[in-house]
């Protein structure tokens, strides 16, 4: 979940005279614009019109009005669809992590880590299981070297928004993912498989760039700023970003590379907080 940085464009401070659904119209460009077209807690790219999330309303907003600005998030339709009741209120949404308040992801300690875990995959169907095979998917995961506190607002999180799919799917002792197969057929859930692809992908860029920095090429340097430029569009394009950092750098050990990435892209990494190093480690 990477630390994202609102910022509020300066044409929504002339809202007050236009009408309702202009204003709401309006604040919805503006929070994509800021903080790019990305849910703000599982990070897949957005391909829905109905993206505003409250951070304490289990309603979702009709009208949105700039007094709902701070606590406005952009979410996808998997994770929308996976909040727990009951609805948060100040009280329990301060006991979470939130991106656009915590440093929630960083290369170094950070409180959410990615990790690729081996699953037994069980689609079942009336509690029989119809098929069962080894997989391997990243799951989100509190970070428990992050600090007591903190570990316990990002099992919080990940709780609130069941980022592992549902949570009574998973049974982490005997490692098994129970998925009722009507939620298989229908897809219900992209968050893990996206994320598991995300990791594959920047597996192989990396292997690529490695493969590429063994070369006795004598213009490598200038094929290795071509190929960082194709991987930094690459995890653009994925969304998963905080999966691609992390392999790059668990990987590398690599600050400059993983810098590199984020500098050299084609598109911006919009809305990302850099603030206090909270990508490259404190
Ligand atoms: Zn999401």
């Known amino acids: ?3 994202v940085k609102k910022i509020q464009p300066d044409y929504l401070h002339t809202l007050g005279a236009t009408s309702a659904a202009k204003q709401t119209t309006d604040i919805h460009h503006a929070l994509i614009e ?3 077209n990305y849910c703000s807690y599982c990070e897949m ?12 309303l289990a309603a979702w907003p009709e009208v949105l009005t700039l007094q709902e600005w701070d606590d406005l998030l952009l979410i996808c339709n998997d994770c929308r669809n996976h909040i727990r009741v009951p609805a ?5 949404a301060a006991a979470m992590l939130w991106p656009d308040r915590d440093i929630t ?18 689609v079942e169907e009336d509690g029989q299981a119809i098929s ?11 970070n428990k070297q992050a600090g007591e506190k903190v570990y316990e607002k990002a099992v919080n999180t990940i709780t609130h928004f069941q980022l592992n799919m549902r949570l009574e799917y998973y049974n982490e002792a005997a ?4 998925v009722p197969l009507q939620e298989e057929r229908e897809r219900a859930d992209n968050r893990m498989f996206k994320r598991t692809r995300a990791w594959r992908e920047a597996e192989e860029a990396l292997q690529r760039l490695k493969a590429l920095d063994n070369l006795q090429e004598e213009n490598k ?12 569009m690459t995890a653009w394009y994925s969304g998963n970003w905080s999966v691609w950092m992390t392999v790059l750098y668990q990987q590398s050990r690599d600050v400059e590379l993983v810098k590199a990435v984020l500098d050299s892209g084609e598109h911006p990494f919009t809305g990302l907080n850099n603030e206090g190093q909270a990508v490259f480690g404190r």
């Not at 790219?45 to 304490?56: A, G, I």
């Not at 069962?132 to 509190?142: I, K, N």
């Not at 490692?175 to 129970?178: A, D, I, V």
């Open 34 to 36: 800021s903080l790019g």
């Open 105 to 122: 992801f960083s290369l170094v300690n950070s409180p959410f880590l990615y990790e690729l875990r081996k699953v037994q995959y069980i």
């Open 45 to 56: 790219p957005l391909s829905d019109y109905q993206v505003e999330h409250l951070r304490y």
């Open 88 to 92: 948060l209120n100040k009280e329990s």
């Open 1 to 3: 979940m990477r630390p």
């Open 132 to 142: 069962s095979e080894p997989r391997e998917l990243v799951f989100v995961v509190a």
């Open 221 to 232: 340097a200038e094929l290795r700023e071509m190929l960082i430029k194709q991987i930094a």
């Open 175 to 178: 490692g098994e993912l129970r």
